[in-house]
């Protein structure tokens, strides 16, 4: 194995590692300032305080999960000074102000503003504390923006110049790179992929304590998991739609800017009019015919430029026409990675979307899960995977945007070879890849250890307020 | 009015750096030291709290410290990160170790799972402290950096060496005391009772040991900044033997904050300019000049931090403001829910 492809595994294992963590973070800080308001605005008129307990509950989950989604985010900003110092280098006049934005501006709110939330329910009056929680679901939104901004430059560099001294990349509008035309398809659709993680887990939450039997029919508990899952459905469900819509556009956008990316996903070698989109393919290694796969006829023409009888480029004439513009090379991406991570993205994503739907079916109206046991069973036997499915479709799109742009880092302007730290030793990054899994590995076991007991717990009592200490002692420090 | 921007980005850079070893120092002090200072469980619940609601905002100054680094000045942050790789792989290890265990403490209720959570805690803030000394070392006697910005050859001490030299190990020690005693008098000043008490003695006992160091270090080196710095610790060790507690935890501050100032600008010598020494030739030197990103994105994170920093600044004034009550023993572990009225 060469430096290079190890740097490259130590990438994305510490990148896909964190990406479980960001899009639930993103989504479990939405849906604890939704269900928060709805305590406040619910329980002045009603005295139930259902959405209250589900905010903590959730709050709870966001408390962890964010936790080890910003240790790891701590990471993924050394790394490019680490094992990557020739890229920073490079593109640090873009890349630099574009992560100390993010940080300055959306880090520092989400980071002070979770605690301000979490210990500060004694201190703050109830429409602040409720402000907290929103800055926090604010602050992570646009963190994702600005990030992705960056992401979009590597994959569709915009606003820039490459100075003829230095032979570096400079920044020319910050505006313009973060109004990047792939940006603005990439982060609605990135968006969407985190509401619909964080929407299956707390569905899943809410149907395993259904169907667990533990409450009775009735009880305060029982409908606040009802809430929770029919709640969760829908953020599934929604952000599926919104995925679909947002992907869909992004395909364009990709078509356009990429289009290399676009034909490794479809292994569309000769350019195509009326191209169909595969479902299911199998070539032999090294064929460039399938010989055997299921197609919709004219699809992937439309999905990639709207129209069913448009022209879409292939392989080989692309890989022609950029060893003509930067001279020759190996300019094709590994087929196989780019075609089945773009469509485990898409298929596994839709799974928990149809599931969600099933759910929504079965409990509409004031029904339960009760009157088909069999139906219940299945999504008893859902639950365990079901937060999972979001997550991978998740990491398979970030498979495909990653992978499927080599060999380029920056496309077009600057190669995946050229980026390395160039006086790392194999040895060096052997040992933090090591330290990096087992720690990494640690983490996860203690994170899920401690979701799952967060959420066996069941719906957390909302205290009463808390008696004013009378303690002296307790006069301000400051 | 002409600004020079990479000198305004070079103070800023240096500023961030400070606030993340100023707010981080005492977290990394109160981390290693709740476990040794409290006894029971109850009071090593409250040495965490002093520092729960803040000690993940004062994290985020090293992503701004790191962020700024990278912006304002692109070749210092890839020969600094490259040049100490498997260091900085271990601080963010560590960081992730520690992060994790104060967040997840109060997460579970078993004394098993404290304890586990405790350990966890107190190991992590130490090496940091440690390891973060030693890199501040190392920015003193410089890495061995080619005129490429790199350091070549080695295999795996490439990176490891640099810590292992006398300034680093200096730093390494004076790092762990510097976090004790910064730790101690922040504990000192957000408790009470027994863990108050127990705070101040310690800051009492361990100050004085730093400013012999700071005053040999005074001698060897001569920057008036370090004779500065052993000023304040005398003076915080006496502020703490009158309990002046808000006073001696001022003096800490300072006291950090000036021994940052004078690392970072250990070789800014009249003209030379320089932010990382190469021990192999002045060729390899990083210098402000050189290592300065563009102006077009100097100029943005101008406009960026004027605008944001004053801001982050105030409202995390704030919420240091509506923690300012002191954490007492044997309160109850959860935050309690304010139904609306």
Redesign the interface.
Known sequence: MTIEALTRLQFAVTTLYHYLFVPLSISLALFTAVLQTAHVRHVARTGDDRYGRLSLLVGKLLMTTFAVGVVTGLVQEFQFGLSWSAFARFYGDVFGPTLAVEGMLAFFLEATFLGLWWFGRDRLPVLVHLATIWVVAVGTAISAFVILAANSFMQNPVAYTVDAATGRARLGSFRDLLLNELNLAAFPHTYAGAVMAGGALVMAVGVWHLLRGQYAHGTPEFAAFRTLSRFGAWATLAGGALVSISGDLLGKVITEVQPMKMAAAEALYRTTTGAPFSIFSYAPLGSDDPTFSVEVPGFLSFLAKGSFTAQVLGLKDLQDAYAAQFGPGDYTPSIPVAFWSFRLMIGVGMFAAVVALVHLWVTRRSRTLDPDPRLAQGLLWSVGLLPLLPLFANSFGWIFTETARQPWLVFGLFKTSEGVSPGLSFAEVATSLVAFTLVYGALALVWVKLAVRLVRRGLPELPAPAPEPADDELTPSY | MTVDLPVLWYGVTVLAWVLFFVLEGFDFGVGFLGPLLGRTEAERGAAVRTV??????N??W???A???T???F??W???????L??P???L??L???R??A???RG??DTARWRDGCDAALATSSLLLAGTWGAVLGVLVSGLAL?P?????????T??LAPVLGPWAVLGGFAGVLLATVHGATFLS??T??VLRVRARRLTVAAAPALVVIALALFIAAGHAVVAAAAALLALAAVAAWRRA??LAFAATTAAVAGTVVAVFTAHLAEGSQVLLRSTLSPAGDVTLRAAA??D??LH??TV??VV??PA?VA??AW????????V?TG??R????????
Do not use: C, N
């Open positions: 729960g609601p803040v000690w993940d905002g994290e985020v090293l992503v701004a790191v962020g700024v990278f912006a304002a692109p070749d942050y890839a020969a600094l990160l490259s040049g790789y498997l900085m792989i271990a963010l290890l960081l992730a170790v992060g994790v104060i967040e997840f997460k579970h080619s490429d910005g790199e350091v070549h050859g080695g295999g795996l490439r990176s000043l957000r009470t009772g507690e808000a990103a563009s077009g994105a943005l994170i960026a931090g944001v920093l982050v409202y995390q919420s240091y403001w509506v923690f300012r009550r002191r007492a309160f109850a959860e935050p309690r829910v304010r139904v609306a009225r």
